[in-house]
């Protein structure tokens, strides 16, 4: 099992930045991907980015393209949003997911509150 904890999120005024942190915790040993999906009210969830442990090659929702930046310590298996520029649309719930073996994305952090004011 792996446990993934979340921090980092808060209240920031449009324009602002924030910097969103995960740490992984218990079996992260074959951890193949991290990464960060959002959910607004009312709206379903959606990816935001992620990184590939091996390469660190990044992904990104073309939403948040230029304006969020995914980093990891594969050492400490931790993983890093920074986001800047925010906008009040990314106003959401932010979840911390865990890619372990390729298996796709089957553990989830409880989520951060991002919330952009206008």
């Known amino acids: 099992q792996v446990q993934l904890a979340e921090s980092g999120g808060g209240l920031v005024q449009a324009g602002g930045s924030l910097r969103l942190s995960c740490a992984a915790s218990?079996?992260?040993?074959?951890?193949?991907?991290m990464g960060w999906f959002r959910q607004a009210p009312g709206k379903e969830r959606e990816f935001v980015a992620s990184i590939r442990w091996s390469g660190g090659r990044t992904y990104y929702a073309d939403s948040v393209k230029g304006l969020f930046t995914i980093s990891g310590d594969n050492a400490k298996s931790t993983v890093y949003l920074q986001m800047d520029s925010l906008k009040p649309e990314d106003t959401a719930v932010y979840y911390c997911?865990?890619?372990?073996?390729?298996?796709?994305?089957?553990?989830w952090g409880q989520g951060t509150q991002v919330t952009v004011s206008s």
């Open positions: 997911v865990a890619d372990i073996n390729g298996g796709g994305w089957k553990y």
């Open positions: 218990g079996r992260t040993f074959s951890t193949y991907r």
